[in-house]
């Protein structure tokens, strides 16, 4: 069954870095786009990140830009996201997914991991 795993949340300061890994298994995962959204409490998700199969194009939120990368590892099958310079307003649950085309919109994305909960403390 192909499926989507985050790790790597947790609690960490305003001003602190933290790296998420999304790992995938049974699927050809090098085929994918792959972007990460994330949802604030009482907020609707949100686009955060997106990366092309080959990892040289990438796509950023304006909240995000300078502050978060994403990047990609097809050999171990997984895609990061790398965050630096934490605000208490990236406090969210983290969802990576893929998709078949090039797209911010959460529609056209197949596939999901259950999130990963990040907490900044101000």
């Known amino acids: 069954q192909v499926q989507l795993v985050e790790s790597g949340g947790g609690l960490v300061q305003t001003g602190g870095s933290l790296r998420l890994s999304c790992a995938a298994s049974?699927?050809?995962?090098?085929?994918?786009?792959m972007g990460w959204f994330r949802q604030g409490r009482g907020k609707d998700r949100e686009f955060v990140a997106l990366?092309?199969?080959?990892?040289?194009?990438?796509k950023y939120a304006d909240s995000v830009k300078g502050r978060f990368t994403i990047s990609r590892d097809n050999a171990k099958n997984t895609v990061y996201l790398q965050m630096s310079s934490l605000k208490p307003s990236d406090t969210a649950v983290y969802f990576c997914?893929?998709?078949?085309?090039?797209?911010?919109?959460?529609?056209?994305?197949?596939?999901w991991g259950q999130g990963t909960q990040i907490t900044v403390s101000s």
């Open positions: 049974g699927g050809t995962f090098s085929t994918y786009y």
């Open positions: 997914a893929r998709a078949s085309s090039w797209s911010e919109d959460e529609r056209l994305y197949d596939l």
């Open positions: 990366i092309n199969q080959r990892g040289s194009i990438f």
